[in-house]
Structures are given as structure tokens and as C-alpha cells.
Nanobody, 126 residues
Framework: EVQVVESGGGLVQAGGSLRLSCAAS????????IGWFRQAPGKEREGISC????????YYADSVKGRFTISSDNAKNTVYLQMNSLKPEDTAVYFC???????????????????WGQGTQVTVSS
């Protein structure tokens, strides 16, 4: 059974940091693109970051560039999103999504992926 499970969300003050984890299981972790998305109440889902296993390339939305860092640990089948300098506008439910034999261009542009996680809440207080 394929699973994609996020963890690491929580409540943090503005300016603080959180690290989200996306643990994947049930598929070979060698040709994938994994993206992080977020959705705030009343807003559309936004693709904010992605990493591709094919060449290690990464993507960041302008809204998080310079503050968030995506990385992967293939030995642990886990992708991380380090979030620094958090702002109240970063408050949202964060989802990771895995797309096999794919690229970040596909993941971010189409939001059409093979597997979605259940989401983890991030709340940034002012």
C-alpha cells in the first residue's frame, strides 16, 4: 500500500521555524517528484516547493523563496521542508504529494499527482 504522510506542523510565532516531513512508503523511492502544497481557508491550493529525484532540481514559489528549503533523504524515503522566517500569511494546511516517474514542472503546474498526503496544519501567530 502506498502512503505519503506529512508531519511536523504546529503553532509557531512569526519569525519562527518549522520543519515538515513527508514520509513515503510502498513505492521505490528512486524516480519521483515530490511537491509541497498549501491551502489556506478561502484560498486556492498553492504549489510552493518541489524536488525531483532525476536531477535533484528544486522549485520554490516566489512567496516562499529564500525562506523555505526542500531536501530529500532517499535512505529514509523522506522529503523535508524547512520553513524559516515564518509569517502569519504562511498559515495553511500543508500537503505533500508524490508523483512517480515525473517532474516538478508537471507536479507544480498540474497538481495532478499519484499520491497525496492527508495534510498537516501550520499556524503562524503574529
Amino acid at each position: 500500500e502506498v502512503q505519503v504522510v506529512e508531519s511536523g506542523g504546529g503553532l509557531v510565532q512569526a519569525g519562527g521555524s518549522l520543519r515538515l516531513s513527508c514520509a513515503a512508503s510502498g513505492f521505490t523511492f528512486d524516480d519521483y517528484a515530490i511537491g509541497w502544497f498549501r491551502q489556506a481557508p478561502g484560498k486556492e491550493r498553492e504549489g510552493i516547493s518541489c524536488i525531483s529525484s532525476r536531477d535533484g532540481s528544486t522549485y520554490y514559489a516566489d512567496s516562499v523563496k529564500g525562506r523555505f528549503t526542500i531536501s530529500s533523504d532517499n535512505a529514509k524515503n523522506t522529503v523535508y521542508l524547512q520553513m524559516n522566517s515564518l509569517k502569519p500569511e504562511d498559515t495553511a494546511v500543508y500537503f505533500c504529494a508524490a508523483d512517480l516517474r515525473s517532474t516538478c514542472t508537471v507536479v507544480i503546474r498540474t497538481h495532478s499527482v499519484d499520491f497525496w498526503g492527508q495534510g498537516t496544519q501550520v499556524t503562524v501567530s503574529s
